[in-house]
């Protein structure tokens, strides 16, 4: 930009600094954003894996077995919700045929992730978008 001398000016420092200082507030944003999805997605997955048409959990051993973890490694946010229960794959998929023992199963599907992740993700996207354009929402 000229200046009204005919020299050079430029607000470059003020637009650095709003840019730091913007970039500071991302991250934690972005992790609370992240942290509240996570969850909202694990609570999601628990009540469609409450009985039909999700899986019938008559112990409740199931749903508790679900889990959300945030981390935040080199300014990158990452949720996981997850399980270890072997069973997880054939609820939500079904499973036809034997097992490592010899079993023979003909399970039909009960879908309770997909749906939950196909409810969460525009929620979740919406609240990024949010994030990226100034503020959490």
Request: aromatic letters at 4%.
């Given at each position: 930009m000229i200046g009204a001398g005919g020299?050079?000016?430029?607000?470059a420092a003020?637009?650095?600094a709003r840019f730091d200082?913007?970039?500071a507030m991302v991250l934690?944003?972005?992790?609370?954003?992240?942290?509240?999805?996570?969850?909202?997605?694990?609570t999601r997955?628990?009540?469609?894996?409450?009985?039909?048409?999700?899986?019938?959990?008559p112990t409740g051993d199931y749903r508790r077995s679900w889990t959300h973890e945030v981390s935040v490694a080199g300014g990158v946010v990452s949720g996981?919700?997850?399980?270890?229960?072997?069973?997880?794959?054939?609820?939500e998929y079904g499973f036809v045929?034997?097992?490592?023992?010899?079993?023979?199963?003909h399970q039909s599907p009960y879908p309770h992730v997909g749906p939950a992740v196909e409810a969460v993700r525009p929620l979740f996207v919406a609240a990024l978008g949010g994030v990226a354009e100034g503020g959490a929402r």
């Open positions: 020299g050079v000016s430029s607000n003020q637009i650095a200082g913007r970039s934690p944003e972005a992790v609370a954003v992240v942290r509240h999805y996570a969850m909202l997605l694990e997955v628990k009540a469609q894996a409450s009985g039909r048409p999700g899986p019938n959990a996981v919700v997850g399980m270890s229960r072997p069973q997880a794959r054939w609820l045929g034997p097992d490592s023992l010899g079993r023979v199963y």
